[in-house]
């Protein structure tokens, strides 16, 4: 199979940014069918209780459940309400490779955002540990020239 053929299954991780809004639009070409695209958004956990230090506690399922209703109206806005939408709360790439291989992903679309010196050190590349971990080819989008 052509890496450009139809897929029966596209993932795209998605953080309400204007590169993953495209993503989107890449990734509607790669099937054909919209329900045949997941998109998936992580929720990061607040941080862990620091000694001395209260940060509160939190609800995972609901704070789960309001990202789920902000990620299927950002779908609706971007006129992708057919791709299946899921919510996990986890470290973003690893979560990514689990829903791939979960799904039987047969590509991933990431996009970068490009990050460089210290930002991408202290910040991590998420598309970069995607790319090691995923269980299928992975479409990195560029973001912007560079």
Do not use: Q
């Amino acid at each position: 199979m052509s890496w450009n053929a139809k897929k029966r299954a596209v993932l795209v991780p998605f953080d309400f940014s204007e590169a993953s809004k495209g993503a989107l639009e890449v990734a509607r070409g790669f099937v054909e069918r919209a329900s045949s695209v997941s998109v998936l958004h992580v929720v990061s956990p607040p941080l862990p209780t620091t000694p001395g230090i209260v940060w509160g506690t939190y609800d995972e399922e609901e704070l789960k459940a309001r990202a789920l209703r902000s990620l299927r109206e950002a779908l609706v806005a971007a006129g992708c309400a057919d791709f299946d939408a899921h919510v996990a709360m986890g470290r973003p790439a690893e979560e990514i490779a689990e829903l791939a291989r979960d799904e039987a992903t047969e590509l991933i679309v990431i996009p970068s955002h490009s990050r460089r010196g210290m930002e991408r050190w202290l910040l991590g590349s998420v598309a970069e540990r995607v790319v090691r971990l995923a269980p299928c080819p992975v479409l990195v989008l560029r973001d912007g020239p560079g």
